[in-house]
């Protein structure tokens, strides 16, 4: 997946394309979280698909859901979603920032190992 310390440092194009990469994943996970919410936000509190693409989102992004929730799976689910939506969080930016922080790091060992 990375390159080894001993190994030399990518190219600029090729880590480009590592980090595009990365970032494809992180949207795929955080797309495929909002659907997930907004089926859950449609099906258990009956909201249309924009007001659950609303309240999805909102709550993916860190905020409390837009609309009252009316109903007792509809409140379990929100409780639920909200969790996952930090561990999401967590997960989308630790996939964008990896590849930074692995060229930093490598680079930082280059460095070491020209200094011997």
């Known amino acids: 997946m990375f390159e ?23 949207l795929g996970v955080v797309l495929a979280s909002l659907a997930v919410g907004m089926i859950g936000y449609h099906t258990l509190e009956g ?20 609309d009252q929730l009316l109903t007792n799976g509809g409140k379990i689910f929100a409780s639920f979603y909200a ?21 930093f790091l490598h680079l930082f060992h280059l460095e070491e190992d020209n200094d011997r």
């Open 4 to 26: 080894h310390k001993r190994q030399p440092l990518i190219s600029r194009a090729a880590f480009r394309n590592r980090f595009l990469s990365y970032m494809g994943i992180a």
């Open 83 to 103: 969790l996952y939506s930090g561990i999401v969080f967590l997960v989308a930016a630790g996939l964008v920032v990896a590849p930074v922080f692995h060229r």
């Open 47 to 66: 909201l249309t698909w924009i007001d659950s693409l609303v309240n999805a989102s909102i709550l993916l992004g860190g905020m409390g859901p837009v």
